[in-house]
């Protein structure tokens, strides 16, 4: 299995187009690892927010994320080049965490998260819809292509590696705004890459056609796939108000400190290297449908036995199972939700991450009601909880995903 899988990452990384495009992907995923673990307490902290009001802001940054996102991805698959669409986003990706770094005002900060951060929410998706054009035109089996894009994902959640741990070193030196800083460097690096080895490719006529006949709700209407696109905004749900949730039981319930954040959040994408090939592998031999309902199982797990922590080492070895949990959700979910609209995959890819962002906007409104009310353990509760009834719908829609797939 490892040689099989090593013959891949050889095989992506002979490849120009797709080194590059593997480089632009680390980028991205080291500027979200300094930034993800800690705008908790960047909000409550830093700009002063109690956890309502924290979790008003991130849910109007999410709603802008999914409008803008949306947009700028059907332009992608029917107007304009994903080169282009990569540029605009990290562009504004550098310039949103510039203000972050200095701006205190929560009426700029909220503009510059919803208008321009919704914009540079693009950028992941792209890079995952750029990928699946490149392995398309490389004359990729489609089996296969669930190994390659979770080897694609491996790199960034290499990223994540080291990005917290030293997030949480250059916030101990610098302060919130030499993380912001660090961020908006690497998007800069970013639209760098893009302007210097990125071709412009404009989209297909078959991928034009495609994506003016086509729209969201009407993706939605395949058998199977609104069942599975609920189940993972009900899992995105919890996966944010975990993300949220854990830097600040470690700090204000275990008493714990930032460094142990950081050490926290960098465990798991350790972990998910093996994991992800191991899991592509699988995928890349039968139905992926298993493989995600495995995942939510995973998540369940990992979100009760984060409930019974009493020390804050005691989260290091349960990340493992995040790290399980996030190779399956994070990696071949992405290939499920492109398998359904193979001629738009920056459509069928925003679609994966529209989940994401809706799911994130219901916990970003639940976490600060439930932070307050029942306490950070007892979060971690309701996770596990609501991620049962995740699997319960994922459970109920198998046969009508795996009649859908097998078409």
């Known amino acids: 299995m490892l040689t099989r899988a090593l013959g891949f990452t050889r095989r992506l990384l002979a490849d120009r187009d797709l080194r590059v495009l593997l480089l632009a992907n680390v980028l991205v995923g080291v500027a979200y690892s300094f930034v993800i673990p800690f705008l908790s307490l960047f909000g409550t902290r830093e700009v002063g927010l109690g956890p309502v009001p924290f979790s008003l802001f991130m849910t109007a940054n999410s709603l802008g994320a999914i409008a803008l996102?949306?947009?700028?991805?059907?332009?992608?698959?029917?107007?304009?080049?994903?080169?282009?669409?990569?540029?605009?986003?990290?562009?504004?990706g550098c310039l949103g965490y510039l203000g972050y770094a200095y701006i205190r005002d929560v009426r700029l900060l909220s503009l510059v998260g919803v208008v321009v951060l919704g914009v540079a929410s693009v950028t992941f998706s792209q890079l995952f819809a750029l990928a699946r054009d490149l392995f398309n035109k490389r004359g990729i089996a489609a089996s296969e292509i669930p190994l390659y894009m979770n080897v694609f994902r491996l790199f960034f959640a290499l990223s994540w590696t080291v990005g917290p741990a030293v997030a949480a070193w250059v916030m101990q030196w610098a302060g919130f705004r030499g993380l912001f800083l660090?961020?908006?460097?690497?998007?800069?690096?970013?639209?760098?890459?893009?302007?210097?080895?990125?071709?412009?490719?404009?989209?297909?006529?078959?991928?034009?056609?495609?994506?003016?006949?086509?729209?969201?709700?009407?993706?939605?209407?395949?058998?199977?796939l609104l069942a599975h696109f609920a189940a993972f905004v009900v899992f995105f749900a919890c996966s944010s108000m975990g993300m949220m949730?854990?830097?600040?039981?470690?700090?204000?319930?275990?008493?714990?400190?930032?460094?142990?954040?950081?050490?926290?959040?960098s465990v798991a994408p350790v972990f998910e290297l093996p994991f992800m090939f191991w899991f592509g592998l699988l995928a890349s031999r039968g139905s992926p449908g298993r493989l995600i309902r495995i995942g939510v199982i995973l998540a369940i797990a990992y979100?009760?036995?984060?409930?019974?922590?009493?020390?804050?080492?005691?989260?290091?070895?349960?990340?493992?199972i995040s790290a399980a949990m996030i190779a399956v959700v994070s990696g071949i979910a992405i290939t499920f939700f492109q398998s359904y609209i193979p001629d738009q995959p920056g459509t069928a890819t925003n679609l994966y991450t529209t989940a994401n962002r809706i799911g994130s906007t219901i916990g970003y409104l639940s976490f600060g009601t439930l932070a307050?009310?029942?306490?950070?353990?007892?979060?971690?509760?309701?996770?596990?909880?609501?991620?049962?009834?995740?699997?319960?719908?994922?459970?109920?829609a198998r046969e009508k995903h795996e009649e859908a797939a097998a078409v």
């Open 69 to 92: 996102s949306t947009v700028l991805a059907r332009w992608s698959d029917a107007r304009w080049s994903r080169r282009s669409v990569l540029l605009l986003g990290s562009v504004a």
């Open 182 to 224: 660090v961020a908006s460097g690497f998007f800069a690096l970013l639209a760098l890459l893009v302007v210097g080895f990125m071709p412009h490719v404009p989209p297909s006529e078959s991928a034009r056609t495609a994506a003016r006949s086509s729209w969201f709700g009407q993706a939605l209407r395949v058998p199977g």
């Open 245 to 265: 949730n854990l830097p600040l039981l470690i700090l204000r319930t275990l008493a714990g400190t930032e460094q142990q954040v950081g050490i926290a959040y």
């Open 303 to 320: 979100y009760a036995l984060l409930y019974f922590v009493r020390e804050p080492w005691h989260i290091y070895p349960v990340q493992i």
């Open 372 to 396: 307050e009310t029942i306490g950070y353990r007892a979060i971690f509760l309701v996770c596990a909880v609501v991620c049962g009834a995740a699997f319960l719908l994922l459970w109920l």
